[in-house]
């Protein structure tokens, strides 16, 4: 019954999903009634497609009724969405939770052996934790597009008459190329606003003549501009700005950070300044836009992968004053920033951790969905997977430091923190999306390892590899996949090409994303990290050298896929090697954009800054190396265990898995094929009676053939009688270890 | 309560500041040079001597020194930033020296030493802060976590222990906040308990079939 209702629901969530990414973006009326149709419209769809394939009409019944009750609760709350979001997010809920009982009820009651067991139940939890990662990031997407109403989102403020605050613009630089600093200075001195300084703050620069023309600068620029040197500084960039605030004129009412390298618009504060009119607004932001010298690929996907942050999640958590404080082109409140003790010196992303503990203490934060200004990226793919395991790190960071006050019982250990349900769920699951790629890396394994063992035709019995399991991840993974590339293509209005692209060069980081959620567990204090370096002047080696673990798992993944594949080619093989180049295509891709990042040397080049002490790649990497070592041992020892000689009695609760055939349509199987069952299991004892305890006839072995003669009279706990190839003889084989295909109505019951 | 100061540096201190408002600056520096030299630990010694220096630099290190006495010296501070202002117009280069919660101390390029307010609330750096008595019990429950993660029997052990210590610990006069996370601790560690049952049978049966 349950691998029904899971089909059921996922076909319901498929086809919500599909319309939805067809016309959601397009449906601009909300109305109750329209909701409830769409609704209804889905489910009977989904109920006909069941009744005429593998349904049974009171199961379609129930369910039906189950889920239009539970869309009913959706669409009552989620009231400023459109009827394609509130129906797509009910199925989505309700398909993941489905398939998480059906992966428990898979991995509790399959036929294992203990260590096989454990596996399988780490990765359950895995898959757990995944699902609802995923389902965090349908919500998000779904928020963005299928809403009908913003409520907070604005892009220009109204002008508050005689409100013109005093705004101090810190700057800060650290061995900064002068040019760079320049521009951003002279477009500073632009400002439309009567009411600013500017303190350039360049800390623990070596060479004096790197920073010495930067009080030319300001010297040239006026007396609203100041510059100060700090030697031997700690605390980095954070420290920096700390000591910023107290040489901040004490008439400023306002901070606003502004990167070294970003060229601001004359009406940044103009605009941006009656915020703060509001005493209860403590930060706003504005999205951090980028110029890029060098066109290609590689500059637009990591553009728009920029942009996607701005265009989709800020939005969405503007919504529930949920933002982060993303430092430059945001400015803050100073007696805010004096009250929460400034700067967070140790967390390396400190300006989302002082978002955090200002919206504990119940301010407001704003988000202005309107540029004002750009930076410049990393010009090269090294350059921007630094910064990206920088943010990584922070975020973990973030997460070690606050993951109490983001607990639901946060309100009663510390009555002080004003965290809404809602800040708290944005926070948790921006710091816990960084482990996505932990876990896509430890799935890329479990799938290595599950070739490997294929390859020398002993697979790994983890739990069996039903229909079902194969059928239904794909589905999950494909949908979430087309997902992404429609919220791409919708926010940033780009091209399918464009949008797989950027979805790539997203994945293309998940390594040193990998490596910074493992260091940032592990490391005590900030570190960076440090590619390595090539020996040769080559920039085309180079560029394939920074990404050699990116290749070398990609090819591992490639390469075991297409043995597997090739040694035993059968549908199961061939969903692995599939499986497996989707994975490696995912860290191949970051030697592909690498050498794209190469296309013309850039006018200018920004600096990445290197914050903390350097953490080595190779090094970093020792410890995804021990975690494959000793999964290969466990795999080793999971081989010497025997899987259980009888069928154990815990395992009739195992859900029944559905053919193909029967799937798609029940009419044709029967007119058609002939009653087989194909072994799921590593190998299955065929009985002389339909029951776990009788004698054993023989076994049979994965992928085996076995032509189904009849069956018991039991449905919930179904026995083949059937044929032994190349022998006269016959015997029982239980329904659980083989899925079938065929017309199994008119085969008789033998008692 | 502030010590009280000699009736000598008192009649020092006084003639310094009837002098400064008459503007007689040389007898006000030598009247508040004597009160420095009398009684060093004096913020208002150190202020009025900055009142009246001959140089900007000695008045700098004098509102240094006022403030790093007296954090609270409002007039002091506000000079002092100005003082610095000055000096950073000059020559904008200073080196870190150290820092407390209220101030840093800081050595400019011409080897001053000046203390600069810091102008907002302390908060204990993360690596700083106190684990609490709390924190074996929170070793206990990732580790019951762990095992309930791996086949669930190693957590049928270690949640009780958890429960035991938070038990314990609620013989300890705690904080309000640390008597709700040890509830959390217990309710938590009877619930991975609870969990571990179902999820270590399952193991079990595995293990002795």
């Known amino acids: 019954m349950l691998t029904r209702l899971l089909y059921l629901s996922a076909i319901w969530f498929a086809l919500s999903l599909l319309v939805t990414l067809a016309v959601g973006s397009r449906l601009r009326r909300g109305d109750f009634t329209l909701s409830m149709i769409w609704l209804a419209a889905i489910i009977f769809i989904g109920d006909i497609f069941a009744l005429f394939t593998f349904g049974k009409f009171l199961e379609i019944f129930g369910l039906s009724w189950l889920a239009f009750a539970f869309g009913l609760f959706w669409i009552i709350r989620l009231h400023n969405w459109n009827a394609a979001g509130q129906v797509t997010w009910t199925m989505t809920l309700l398909t993941t939770g489905l398939f998480i009982i059906y992966t428990f009820m898979l991995t509790a009651f399959s036929p294992l052996n203990p260590i096989s067991f454990i596996f399988a139940l780490i990765f359950f939890f895995l898959e757990v934790i995944t699902l609802l990662l995923a389902l965090a990031h349908m919500h998000e997407s779904l928020d963005v597009i299928c809403r009908l109403q913003w409520q907070r989102l604005l892009y220009i403020l109204d002008p508050v008459p005689d409100y013109e605050p005093m705004v101090s613009l810190h700057v800060p630089a650290y061995n900064e190329p002068v040019e760079i600093v320049e521009r951003t200075l002279d477009s500073l001195a632009r400002l439309n606003y009567p009411n600013y300084e500017v303190l350039v703050m360049d800390n623990n620069t070596p060479l004096e003549e790197t920073w010495r023309p930067l009080e030319e600068m300001c010297r040239r620029l006026g007396p609203r501009f100041h510059c100060l040197h700090l030697d031997k500084w700690p605390g980095y960039k954070s420290g920096a700005l700390n000591f910023a605030v107290t040489q901040t004129d004490p008439r400023a009412e306002i901070i606003g950070i502004i990167d070294a390298d970003y060229e601001v618009d004359p009406d940044f504060l103009k605009e941006l300044a009656p915020a703060f009119a509001n005493s209860q607004v403590a930060f706003v932001q504005t999205p951090q836009d980028y110029s890029y010298t060098k066109k290609g690929i590689f500059s637009e996907s990591t553009y728009r992968g920029y942009k996607y942050f701005f265009e989709v999640s800020m939005p969405s958590r503007n919504e529930r004053n949920a933002i982060i404080f993303a430092g430059t082109m945001g400015l803050i409140r100073k007696s805010v920033l004096e009250e929460i003790g400034g700067w967070d010196e140790w967390c390396i992303t400190e300006d989302a951790e002082a978002s955090l503990r200002i919206l504990k203490r119940g301010y407001q934060s704003l988000y202005i969905h309107r540029s004002f200004g750009s930076g410049l990226m990393p010009f090269d793919f090294e350059g921007l997977k630094k910064q990206r395991f920088r943010w990584c790190f922070g975020g973990i960071q973030l997460l070690k430091k606050h993951w109490e006050a983001l607990m639901p019982w946060a309100h009663w250990v510390d009555p002080a923190n004003k965290l809404t349900l809602a800040q708290r769920y944005y926070y948790l699951v921006g710091g816990l999306g960084w482990f996505s790629d932990v876990f896509n890396l430890l799935f890329a394994l479990f799938l290595v390892l599950g070739a490997i063992f294929s390859v020398f035709s002993s697979p790994i019995q983890i739990r069996p590899l039903t229909n079902t399991i194969l059928i239904i991840p794909a589905v999950f993974l494909l949908l979430h996949i087309l997902r992404f590339l429609w919220v791409l293509r919708n926010r940033l209005k780009i091209s399918l090409g464009m949008a797989i692209a950027t979805m790539y060069n997203f994945f293309s980081l998940g390594w040193a994303v990998t490596l910074a959620c493992i260091q940032g567990l592990i490391q005590q204090e900030g570190v960076f990290l440090r590619t390595p370096k090539s020996k040769t002047a080559s920039r085309v080696w180079h560029a394939i050298h920074v990404t050699q673990w990116e290749t070398t798992i990609g090819l591992i993944c490639m390469l075991a896929g297409l043995l597997a594949f090739t040694t035993n080619p059968d549908g199961r093989t061939f969903s692995l090697c599939a499986l497996l180049f989707w994975q490696g295509s995912l860290y191949v891709a970051a030697p592909v954009f690498s050498l794209l990042s190469l296309g013309g040397e850039a006018a200018i080049t920004p600096r990445i800054t290197d914050q903390g002490k350097p953490v080595l790649e190779q090094r970093a990497a020792r410890w995804v190396v021990v975690i494959s070592m000793l999964l290969i041992a466990a795999f080793s020892l999971l081989k010497i265990l025997p899987s259980p000689a009888e069928l154990p009695e815990y395992a009739r609760f195992l859900p029944i898995d559905i053919s193909i055939q029967q799937l798609l349509n029940q009419s044709e199987s029967q007119s058609t094929d002939l009653p087989t069952a194909t072994i799921t299991v590593t190998s299955a004892n065929c009985r002389s009676k339909p029951r776990g305890g009788a004698e054993k006839v023989t076994v049979f072995y994965n992928g085996q053939q076995l032509e189904i003669l009849g069956k018991n009279a039991d449905l919930n706990n179904p026995w083949w009688y059937v044929k032994i190839p190349d022998s006269s003889e016959n015997c029982w084989l239980w329904g659980m270890t083989a899925t079938t295909t065929g017309n199994l109505e008119e085969i008789p019951i033998i008692e | ?209």
């Open chain 2, 1 to 209: 309560m502030p010590e009280k100061l000699p009736v000598e540096v008192s009649q020092l201190l006084e003639d310094a500041e009837q002098s400064i408002q008459q503007d007689k600056r040389e007898i006000a520096y030598q009247s508040s040079l004597k009160a420095t030299s009398l009684a060093p630990h004096e913020p208002l010694a150190w202020y009025l001597r900055s009142q009246s220096a001959p140089s900007s630099e000695e008045q700098l290190i004098c509102l240094s020194r006022a403030y790093s006495l007296d954090p609270d010296f409002q007039d002091a501070k506000k000079e002092l930033r100005a003082a610095v202002q000055g000096l950073l117009k000059q020559e904008p280069f200073l080196a870190y020296v150290y820092e407390t919660e209220v101030l840093y101390q800081v050595r400019s390029n011409l080897g001053f030493l000046i203390n600069i307010p810091k102008n907002r609330v302390f908060e204990k750096p993360y690596l700083q802060k106190d684990p609490g008595p709390l924190q074996p019990a929170y070793g206990w429950l990732y580790l019951s976590l762990l095992a309930l993660m791996l086949g669930g029997v190693g957590a049928l052990v270690l949640a009780p222990i958890t429960a035991f210590q938070a038990l314990r610990l609620q013989s300890l006069s705690l904080s309000r906040s640390d008597q709700v996370r040890v509830w959390i601790l217990l309710i938590i560690s009877v619930i991975t308990w609870l969990a571990a049952i179902p999820i270590s049978l399952l193991l079990l049966i595995r293990i002795f079939t």
